[in-house]
Nanobody, 115 residues
Framework: QVQLVESGGGLVQPGGSLRLSCAAS????????MSWYRQAPGKERELVAA???????NYADSMKGRFTISRDNAETTIYLQMNSLKPEDTAVYYC?????????WGKGTLVTVSS
């Protein structure tokens, strides 16, 4: 059974940092492109960052230089290090696994950036 379980969300002050984790199981993790998406209240879900099976990364423009995506194939986990957080980063963050027509989603973890 495929599972993507996000963790690490919470309340943080502007300028602070958080590290999200996504533990994956039930599929061939190492060959999948893994991504983080987010959805803010009243907005569409958007790509935050992606990492391919060979470690190539891609970031949304507003996250470049602040967020870092990484993966640990041995632990079948991906991470999102988020620095210099802004109130507009407040959203539910979702983990995504994609390989061709196969795609899986986690249930999300809430990040709130507020003073």
């Amino acid at each position: 059974q495929v599972q993507l379980v996000e963790s690490g969300g919470g309340l943080v002050q502007p300028g602070g940092s958080l590290r999200l984790s996504c533990a994956a199981s039930g599929f061939a993790f190492s060959i999948y492109t893994m991504s983080w998406y987010r959805q803010a209240p009243g907005k569409e879900r958007e790509l935050v960052a992606a990492i391919t099976r060979i470690g190539s990364t891609n970031y949304a423009d507003s996250m470049k230089g602040r967020f870092t995506i990484s993966r640990d194939n041995a632990e079948t986990t991906i991470y999102l290090q988020m620095n210099s957080l802004k109130p507009e980063d407040t959203a539910v963050y979702y983990c995504n696994a994609n390989y061709g027509t196969r795609e899986y989603w986690g249930k999300g973890t809430l990040v709130t950036v507020s003073s």
